[in-house]
């Protein structure tokens, strides 16, 4: 065998040894995810947790996300063009994974403004607003708050609201949950309890088309 | 002339097993931070920095044999070579952990660090830093 071939085959070689191994992790691991989703969906969505959409609806898309996530911001409008799509057969259950540092206040942001009844709200004007309070992938409570006047919203009340000891409960029970879960990254998304095989648009698209003829 | 040919041959072999290697820790690298999405400590980036350039240098070096190459790759091999001995060091205790550079983020003594439960990340790369400079020696004394 010539010297070129020798390497030529060991490249392919390895090559194929790193896709096989690849393919079989992941494999593995959707399934481990798969199991772990399912023995625990009764952590999926708590009674605490904030939903949109009709309650009747049978397809229920769960959202772990963090208000400082880029990610999250994207596809924030996508799940709303789908709860717009089929108004009467998705919603939605929001879940907390403040993994960003300083999250934690945006989140109790968050829910002092759904006392409010402005949590949608607010957390449009979070995302919209994102470049301006997350600096160097730190979220920035103090630089949000001159952000957020002039949009109808009460700030006094929200900076009394978000004391509220319950709000670190809540979010201490949705990081449990996200654990028990598997939830390590956001957004992450589970629908009617099956999490994606693997993270994307076209396969958060084709999991909710596959609920959606599954149920209706 | 024939002890020349022979030479070429054999330093050929031993730049080849030596790029091998050093392809093979740049995949099993990759595999762990892209595939088994572990998170990569500093330590661990600095060794991959002076890893991965040997996968390409190396593979030059081969096409065809230019003996220079041991040159090129022996700095990055032993630059490489400390890091992961400093690595090995703090990882099994010998170095208090305090006075690691890595505080935040990952920890570089970390027990995610371990391969299916024994195998450490620090020590595969430090033998395998140890192989390639044993070859490559070796390769510049078949001169």
């Known amino acids: 065998m010539k010297k070129n071939q020798i390497i030529i085959a060991a490249v392919v070689i390895m090559g194929l040894i790193f896709s096989l191994a690849a393919y079989f992790y992941n494999a593995e691991q959707t399934q481990i995810q798969n199991q772990r989703a399912e023995k625990h969906a009764r952590s999926l969505a708590p009674f605490h947790a904030v939903r949109k959409g009709d309650p009747q609806a049978k397809v229920t898309i769960v959202e772990f996300f963090d208000p400082a996530c880029g990610t999250c911001k994207e596809f924030h409008p996508v799940i709303n063009d789908l709860l717009k799509k089929y108004p009467k057969k998705i919603n939605l259950v929001a879940r907390y994974a403040p993994f960003h540092p300083g999250s934690d206040q945006m989140v109790a942001i968050l829910e002092a403004a759904r006392k409010q009844s402005q949590f949608w709200n607010v957390l449009d004007i979070m995302y919209e607003s994102q470049e301006f309070w997350v600096i160097n992938h730190q979220a920035n409570a103090e630089r949000f708050w001159g952000i957020l006047k002039g949009y109808g919203v009460d700030i006094n009340r929200i900076q009394q609201d978000m004391q509220d000891t319950k709000i670190a409960e809540i979010i201490q029970k949705d990081l449990a949950d996200g654990e028990l879960l598997g939830v390590s990254k956001t957004p992450t998304f589970f629908v009617n309890g099956k999490p994606l095989s693997s993270f994307g648009y076209a396969q958060l698209m084709s999991l909710v088309q596959s609920e959606l003829e599954a149920n209706y | ?143």
């Open chain 2, 1 to 143: 002339m024939e002890r020349n040919i022979h030479d070429k041959q054999a330093s050929w072999t031993l730049i080849f097993v030596a790029w091998l290697l050093a392809t093979l820790s740049t995949l099993s690298s990759l595999f762990f931070s892209e595939v088994m999405d572990l998170v990569p400590c500093i330590l661990c980036w600095y060794q991959r920095i002076f890893m991965f350039p040997l996968a390409i240098i190396l593979l030059v070096g081969l096409f065809p044999l230019d003996k220079r190459v041991v040159n090129y790759a022996l700095p990055l091999v032993l630059i490489g070579l400390m890091f992961a001995v400093y690595h090995c060091f703090l990882f099994f205790g010998f170095i208090p952990e305090a006075l690691q550079p890595c505080s935040r983020g990952i920890s570089c003594a970390d027990d995610s660090m371990e391969l299916f439960g024994f195998l450490p990340i620090p020590l595969l790369s430090l033998v395998s830093f140890l192989f390639i400079l044993i070859l490559l020696l070796k390769a510049r004394t078949q001169a």
